[in-house]
C-alpha cells in the first residue's frame, strides 16, 4: 500500500488526468438522456441514449459499433478487434438505461442535471450504470497510449442493452439471436459495486429476481362500508392477508417450493464473508434504515448476498386522497419482487407462487397475477484464473490494496451471457453502496470512476496472459 | 293495501303534486354545491351549502333560521314554533355534507350536474343526504295546506350539520353548546334507508364508527430491493401484517378487547331479521359484490346491522406507477375504520387499537396513529309510541302496506342528540339499498322521495296526540 506505483500505473494515471475533464463532461451529457426504461412515455429517450452512445464508441475507435434493435429498448454492440491474432476475446456487459427519478422523490438537484459537489456526480444512472459502462472508454485509451499499441491486446466486445431496470425481457432473445458475433472467453459485468472507498473488491455473483403485480378486484366500485362492510370481501384485506403470507415468523419465505434447489453457503463461504469488516450500523446508515431484520440463522450480509427473498415493492387500494372515506374498496395492488440465488429457477418460483395465491384468494374477489421477464442468479466460478487478473488489476489501481471478494443482492442479466455464451462470468464495478441505486440522489464518486478507468487500463494487458493459462 | 286513501292522503297527494316541479329544481340548485367535507378546498362550497339551505328555510316559513359556526364546517338550525301551547317539540337531523366524488371514479354524469332519468336524480348527496333533508321543507307546507294550520302541530326544530361524512367531529359539542335551543321530545333522523321500493322500514338502529390513519416509516428514502432487500424491515410489508392481524380465520375482529360491552342481538331480535324477505343474489346486486364473507356464526344482515367490524378503507405504500420498480419503500398507509355496535365505547375501542398495533410494529419501523372523531352506535327503544306514530304515518304514505322494523350499518351522529338532549330518537328515511351512498353515480328515486314528504306531512299531525301518551 505504501509502495511506489510501478510505471505502468504512473503513466496510465498520467494519461487519465489530462483526459478526466472532458470525460465527465461526455457522461454528463449522457446522463441528461432519461432513458427510464420502465416508463413508456420514454422510449423515445431510452433510443436517444443509445444512439449517443453508439456515436461515442465510434469516436472512442472501435470499429463496429450497431445500435441493436430488440422487441423492446435499442441495446448497443461495439467492437475493438486485437492486432493479436492469438488475442482472447472479452466480452463486458452493462445497460444504459435507468430506473425512475422525479424530483419530488426527494431529490436535492434534478436527478437529470448531473451536479458536482464534493467529488461527487449526482444525476440518476451516475452509478447504476451510465458511468461504470463510461469508463471503458476512457480505460480502453490509456491502454493503447500506455502500451503504445494501435489496437487492444484483447478483442474487445461491448454489449449495453437498454432493459435491465425493466428485468431486461428481450436481452436473452437478444444474446440467442447474435451468439456468434458476441462470443467471448470471458464476460465482464459492470453493473455492480464494491465494499467501500478503502477496500477495493470483485463480486462473484448476483441475485436474481423475478417480479410480478397482482390485482385484486372485489365490488364493482367502492361501496359504503356501513351498509356493506362485514359481510362482503374486501380486496384491500385480501392484499394485506397475502403480504403477511409471504413470510413465516422466522422471516423465512413461506411459499410452499420456495427453496426448493438452493445452493446454500458452505462453511468456507461464510467463513470469507464473516472475515469482512462489516459494521452493521454504517451498513445501516448506507441502507438509511434503522433496524435489521431478515431470515433467523443468518447474518445481514448472508442475507442480501446469498439468500433468497420476497419483498412488497407497492401496494395499493381504497381511498389514499386526504381524510378519510368509509369505502369497502373495488380493488387493490401488489407488485411482489422475489430476489432468487444460484440453483433456484425463475420457471418455478413464478409456478409456486401462483400456487399458493390461489389458495390465498377468498371466494368473491377476482385476481390477476402477472410476471415481469425474469432475471437468473449468477455466481462467478471461484478458482477461474481472470479472476486473479482482474483482482490484481484492481489493485494495482488501488495503491496494491488487498483486494477481497463479495457478492451483489442486486440481479443482472448475467446469468443468461453465461447460460447462451458458455463463457465464465466476472464482475467489475467501483460504485460504493452509498452511490445510491434506484434512489434519489444518486451519485458516482470521481476518484473511484477514475479507479475504474485505470483497473481496465491494466487489465486489457494482463487478461491474454491469464487467460491463456485457462483450457480454452 | 287495496283501501281507498284517505281524505288525508288524498289531500297531502294533490298538494304535493302541485309543488313536485319547484321542489326538485331547488334540490338540484342545491345538489350542485359540491360541499365535500372531507376536502379542505370544499370548505367554502361547504358554506355555501349551508347558507343556500338557511335561505331556502326561511322561505319555507320557518320563523328562526340561524347558521352555527363550529371549529369546523357551519351547521343550519331551524325552528318553526306551533301555535298550540301543549304541542310537543320534535328535532329533525340531516346533514348537508356530501362524501367526495370525481367523474372519474365511474360516474356516468357530473356527480355535481343532478342528472334526472327514468325518475331518478343522480348526483352526490341526492341520497345522502340532502334529498332526504329537502323533503322535510315541502312535508311541513303540506301538512298546514291539507290541515289549514298556519303553524305546525308540533314545535318543529332542524339542525343540519355540515361535517358528517366527516365523522361529525364538532357535532356534539355543538350539540352541547345549543342543548337548551335544541331541547326536544323526540329526534327524527333523516339520514337512513328503507328495505327497498315495495317494503317500507322504519330504522331502529345505526352502527357507530371509528376511523384512524396509519403511518409507517422504514428507510429513509426508497431504497434498493436488490442491495438491501431481505435484510431490513419493509414498511409496506408491516402494513399487509398489520391487516392480516385484523381478524382471526373465522373473521372475528382480533384486537383484544374489541368485543367488550357489545350488546348481543337476542333471540327475539334475531326472529325479527329472519323473517325479513331477504334475497342474498339480490343483495349481493346491490352491494355490486360477487361473494360473501363475515364474522363465522352470523348472517349477512346480523352482519352489517347487529356485528362491529374492521374494515381497510385504503392502504398505500412503495411503487405504484406503471411497471416495476425494485424498492423497499420508504413508508406506508393504512386507513382502518371500525364499524361499532351499542355497548362498545369508541374511546376503549381507541386504546385497544393503539395497544394491538404497538405489538404489530417491529424494530426499525416508526409509526404514527391518528384517530378522527368517532361516531357512536345509537339503538332507539323499540317500545316508544313515537316509533308507532312514524310507521303509521308511512304507512299511509304507503298505501296502507306494513312497515317493518331494520336496523342500519352504516353511522351518524344520532347518539349524541340522544345523549345530549336526553330524547329519544326515531329515523325516517325512504332511500333505498341501491342509491349508491358513498358511491359513484348516487341517486334518489323521486316516486319514493315524494313519499318522504307524505309520511312527514301526515306525522306532525299525528305526532302530538302520540307523543302526549309518552311520560313526558
Redesign the interface.
Known amino acids: 500500500m505504501s509502495e511506489t506505483p510501478d510505471s505502468a500505473v504512473h503513466a496510465v494515471r498520467t494519461y487519465i488526468e489530462q483526459h478526466r475533464a472532458a470525460f465527465l463532461g461526455d457522461l454528463a451529457e449522457w446522463l441528461r438522456i432519461p432513458s427510464v426504461s420502465?416508463?413508456?412515455d420514454r422510449a423515445g429517450d431510452v433510443r436517444r441514449s443509445a444512439e449517443w452512445l453508439a456515436a461515442k464508441l465510434t469516436e472512442t475507435g472501435f470499429t463496429t459499433v450497431e445500435v441493436w434493435e430488440t422487441d423492446g429498448a435499442p441495446a448497443v454492440f461495439a467492437e475493438w478487434p486485437s492486432d493479436d491474432p492469438d488475442a482472447p476475446t472479452v466480452l463486458v456487459y452493462g445497460h444504459h438505461d435507468v430506473?425512475?427519478a422525479a424530483r419530488e422523490?426527494?431529490w436535492h438537484t434534478d436527478p437529470f442535471e448531473p451536479t458536482v459537489v464534493d467529488g461527487r456526480m449526482y444525476a440518476r444512472g451516475a452509478a447504476d450504470d451510465k458511468g461504470q459502462v463510461f469508463f471503458h472508454t476512457l480505460g480502453v485509451r490509456a491502454h493503447l497510449a500506455v502500451t503504445g499499441r494501435t489496437a487492444p491486446a484483447v478483442n474487445l466486445k461491448l454489449i449495453v442493452e437498454g432493459e435491465e431496470e425493466?428485468?431486461s425481457p428481450h436481452f436473452r432473445a437478444l444474446v440467442e439471436a447474435h451468439a456468434e458475433r458476441l462470443a467471448a472467453d470471458a464476460v465482464i459485468v459492470s453493473d455492480t459495486g464494491m465494499w467501500s472507498e478503502t477496500t477495493p473488491t470483485v463480486c462473484t455473483g448476483?441475485?436474481g429476481?423475478a417480479?410480478c403485480?397482482i390485482e385484486l378486484y372485489?365490488?364493482?366500485?367502492?361501496?359504503?362500508?356501513?351498509?356493506?362492510?362485514?359481510?362482503?370481501?374486501?380486496p384491500?384485506?385480501v392484499?394485506?392477508?397475502?403480504?403477511?403470507?409471504?413470510?413465516d415468523e422466522h422471516e423465512h419465505v413461506a411459499i410452499p417450493g420456495f427453496y426448493d434447489g438452493v445452493t446454500e453457503l458452505t462453511d468456507a463461504e461464510r467463513a470469507l464473508v464473516a472475515e469482512l469488516p462489516f459494521d452493521e450500523e454504517a451498513w445501516?446508515r448506507t441502507?438509511?434504515?434503522?433496524?435489521?431484520?431478515?431470515?433467523a440463522g443468518f447474518s445481514?450480509l448472508e442475507?442480501?448476498w446469498a439468500?433468497?427473498?420476497a419483498?412488497?415493492?407497492?401496494?395499493?387500494?381504497?381511498?389514499?386522497?386526504?381524510?378519510?372515506?368509509?369505502?369497502?374498496?373495488a380493488s387493490?395492488?401488489l407488485?411482489l419482487?422475489f430476489?432468487l440465488v444460484a440453483g433456484q429457477d425463475p420457471a418455478k418460483i413464478e409456478l409456486a407462487v401462483r400456487d399458493w395465491l390461489a389458495g390465498l384468494v377468498?371466494?368473491?374477489?377476482?385476481y390477476e397475477i402477472v410476471f415481469?421477464a425474469p432475471t437468473r442468479p449468477c455466481l462467478t466460478p471461484l478458482g477461474h484464473p481472470a479472476l486473479k487478473a482482474v483482482a490484481g488489476a484492481m489493485s494495482r489501481a488501488f495503491d496494491g490494496a488487498k483486494v477481497r471478494y463479495t457478492r451483489?443482492?442486486?440481479?443482472g442479466p448475467a446469468a443468461d451471457l453465461q447460460d447462451v455464451l458458455e463463457a465464465p462470468v466476472l464482475f467489475l464495478g467501483i460504485s460504493v453502496?452509498s452511490d445510491g441505486?434506484?434512489?434519489?440522489n444518486e451519485k458516482i464518486e470521481l476518484d473511484l470512476l477514475m479507479k475504474g478507468v485505470e483497473t481496465t487500463a491494466h487489465l486489457w494487458g494482463d487478461l491474454p496472459t491469464a487467460l491463456l493459462a485457462t483450457e480454452r
Open positions: 420502465a416508463q413508456p430506473q425512475p422523490d426527494g425493466s428485468g448476483m441475485r429476481v417480479d403485480e372485489g365490488p364493482d366500485q367502492d361501496i359504503h362500508s356501513g351498509s356493506f362492510g362485514g359481510a362482503v370481501p374486501n384491500a384485506t392484499a394485506g392477508r397475502i403480504v403477511a403470507a409471504l413470510h445501516l441502507a438509511k434504515s434503522h433496524g435489521t431484520l431478515g431470515e445481514t442475507r442480501v439468500r433468497p427473498t419483498e412488497v415493492n407497492g401496494i395499493g387500494g381504497g381511498y389514499q386522497g386526504p381524510g378519510g372515506k368509509t369505502i369497502v374498496p387493490a395492488q407488485k419482487s430476489r377468498p371466494a368473491g374477489i377476482r415481469g451483489e443482492g442486486g440481479s453502496p441505486w434506484h434512489a434519489p
